[in-house]
């Protein structure tokens, strides 16, 4: 069955970075869109970004554009999200999720504070 595992959540300061990651498993990870998608507290779910197959186009949401990175492995079946300069209102449960969005992890948290 498909699984996806997120991981590299954590506090950190304004301004700093962390890394997730979301380890697939249980299908055809390099034939997927793959996408991220983070829901802040007392919010609704919020789109982030997207990276297709083949020659990996990515797509981001205004709100993290510049500042986040999509990425893929396809060797390692694991898809990244780099996030640079972050700021108080990106933290939020982050989820990776899979094709148009029909498969979810269960998030990894993302809090940034002082």
């Known amino acids: 069955q498909v699984q996806l595992v997120e991981s590299g959540g954590g506090l950190v300061q304004p301004g700093g970075s962390l890394r997730l990651s979301c380890a697939a498993s249980g299908f055809t990870f390099g034939s997927s869109w793959m996408n991220w998608v983070r829901q802040a507290p007392g919010k609704g779910l919020e789109w982030l970004t997207r990276?297709?197959?083949?020659?990996?186009?990515?797509y981001y949401a205004d709100s993290v554009k510049g500042r986040f990175t999509i990425s893929r492995d396809n060797a390692k079946n694991t898809l990244y999200l780099q996030m640079n300069s972050l700021k108080p209102e990106d933290t939020a449960l982050y989820y990776c999720?899979?094709?148009?969005?029909?498969?979810w992890g269960q998030g990894t948290q993302v809090t940034v504070s002082s």
């Open positions: 990276i297709d197959t083949g020659a990996g186009s990515t």
């Open positions: 999720a899979r094709g148009l969005l029909e498969d």
